[in-house]
């Protein structure tokens, strides 16, 4: 895996982590722009977590206050990770209703993009909607599979969790919606993903699959969901039985130009 400029900081004996003034400054930047954002244009069931997590603005959250509401709604914790983990870890974390958050914050000059996942990505982008049972039933259960899959089975899977936990839309009678956590914590992204600029799919989970990605540009392509609780009926689908059809039947072409060398 690549390297990383950024280094996560580490907890004192009683689990708090200390974060210098200016670390925080960044976070209320973040999280009060962000909110504005996505008025309008993020899920009902996001917001309602955004609202049982009760997130200080004025700070970086502690791990533990995020526990604490999450252990109560659905079960699961957050757990601290550097940086960058290898997926095995990242599977074996999710499979125990752990969802890795790296305790670091971008910096000033990386505000509105950032390729690795931050706090703010990971609480403020995944935290609230692991509040909800059913999102909460597919993210467990995509964790033990990726746990028993092979290398290659992984890729698949990898682009599954892409276009639905990370930069999934969902259709509500209020109108299309956000649930990803990759869009719902990127300013622009927020407001391009509902735009008519990119495309939109119906969600479908073999076609998921097979669609590349790159993790640098603005999404060419999203899946919608009919509604959320479309991934807890997914979860208890013959997910593995799809990864092996989406690889005898191979990718599609990328709807994207290739990186500059």
Not at 33 to 57: F, M, S, T
Not at 107 to 120: A, K, S, V
Not at 124 to 140: K, M, Q, R, S, Y
Not at 251 to 260: G, R
Request: hydrophobic share 40%.
């Amino acid at each position: 895996m690549k390297g990383t400029q950024y280094v996560a900081r580490e907890p004192d004996a009683d689990g708090f982590i200390d974060y210098p003034e200016s670390e925080h400054q960044v976070w209320n930047t973040l999280i009060s722009r962000q909110l504005k954002v996505i008025e309008g244009r993020a899920c009902q069931e996001y917001l309602d977590g955004i609202e049982q997590l009760g997130l200080p603005h004025e700070r970086i959250p502690q791990l533990g206050e995020v526990n604490r509401v999450l252990a109560a709604t659905t079960g699961w914790q957050v757990a601290r990770v550097p940086a960058l983990i290898p997926f095995q870890t990242f599977f074996e974390l999710l499979a125990s209703k752990h969802f890795p958050v790296a305790t670091f914050i971008r910096t000033p000059q990386e505000l509105d993009y950032l390729q690795e996942p931050d706090i703010f990505h990971e609480i403020f982008g995944h935290c609230p909607l692991l509040t909800n049972p059913w999102f909460a039933e597919f993210t467990h259960t995509y964790g033990k599979l990726g746990l028993a899959a092979t290398k290659e089975q992984r890729v698949y899977l990898a682009r599954l969790y892409w276009m639905t936990i990370e930069f999934g839309l969902v259709d509500t009678p209020q109108g299309r919606r956000i649930y990803g956590g990759g869009i719902l914590s990127s300013p622009k992204e927020t407001v391009y993903s509902l735009s008519n600029e990119p495309e939109h799919q119906p969600f479908d989970p073999l076609e998921a699959m097979r669609t590349p990605y790159r993790i640098d540009i603005l999404q060419p392509l999203y899946f919608v969901l009919p509604e959320l609780k479309r991934l807890f009926e997914l979860a208890h689908e013959d997910i593995m039985g799809m990864v092996q059809r989406a690889m005898q039947l191979g990718l599609h072409a990328p709807k994207f130009p290739p990186k500059a060398a």
